[in-house]
């Protein structure tokens, strides 16, 4: 029994044990290959935001209100995704 009046788990570790919960045997070998291109595009989606926002903290630009929000929700994403991205590209391969 799960005990719910302990300290939560973070959003990050709950996403992160649902990931790692999944069956990859379920997968079928197509599913495998999805599943692996939306994980690499992600990941190349995640570096190419870091890498914009690190540009524009050394080129000194000055970042709205609005901008400074969809840095910050980026940035959420990216936490949560890397960890499940990491889960994902843990699963065995199989002969695709």
Known sequence: MTDYTSTPA???TIFR???SELDSQQLSDIQHIDLSAVAEET???LCHGLMFISEAFTSDSTFT???LKQVGAFLSAAAH???ALTVL???P???Y
């Open 65 to 67: 209100n609005e901008s």
């Open 43 to 45: 990941i190349e989606g």
């Open 10 to 12: 973070s959003s990050i």
């Open 93 to 95: 391969r199989s002969t």
């Open 89 to 91: 590209g843990e699963y």
């Open 81 to 83: 995704l890397i960890p």
């Open 17 to 19: 044990e649902l990931v």
